[in-house]
């Protein structure tokens, strides 16, 4: 399985792209972010450069993934099941690297890839675009963000902070597996 895996993101890798990449800027990024005045510390998975000062955020997936209208439902739907691509967005806007410098990037793109799923000759990956959706990239592919997502998954982070300082640890079971 694992050579399979391999095979399929070097498969993907080197193939055609549905949008423009011109580089990694960096993978394994450590970021700390000031939020609500509780100091949240994480790491994205990796940064690509798409050009005139944009970068596509990308988290790997290590399971199957579904397409962007499901996929969009629980990182951005309504019920905002996972908040962390919103949580990578704010840290590439405002979070600081290990050294203590801005990260200041500005995401195009937040992306999910999945080196497990192969389907329609690809690589699955979800591309959540920041603005307008790119030109030619299929519909079960991409997803644009509508206004106000991203600020929800900011006031979610905010409520739990609120919640915890209050002394508030009990869980919110939701349907989707792997959330709480």
């Not at 801005?102 to 920041?130: C, H, N, T």
Request: hydrophobic share 35%.
């Amino acid at each position: 399985e694992v050579r399979r895996i391999l095979e399929n993101y070097v498969r993907f890798a080197t193939s055609a792209q549905p949008i423009r990449r011109l580089g990694t800027r960096a993978t394994e990024l450590k970021f700390t972010l000031d939020l609500a005045g509780a100091e949240i510390h994480g790491k994205i998975d990796r940064i690509n450069d798409t050009g005139e000062g944009t970068c596509e955020v990308v988290d790997y997936k290590t399971g199957r993934g579904h397409g962007a209208d499901r996929t969009y439902d629980t990182y951005f739907g309504p019920d905002l099941h996972d908040v962390q691509l919103a949580l990578y967005y704010l840290a590439c806007r405002e979070g600081v690297d290990p050294d203590g410098e801005r990260i200041d990037l500005e995401p195009r793109w937040l992306s999910l890839w999945y080196p497990k799923d192969w389907v329609y000759g690809s690589m699955r990956q979800v591309l959540f675009a920041v603005g307008e959706p790119a030109p030619g990239v299929r519909e079960w592919v991409q997803k644009p963000l509508q206004p106000g997502d991203l600020d929800r998954g900011r006031q979610t982070v905010v409520t739990a902070i609120k919640r915890i300082r209050e002394g508030d640890f009990r869980p919110t079971p939701s349907d989707v597996v792997g959330t709480c």
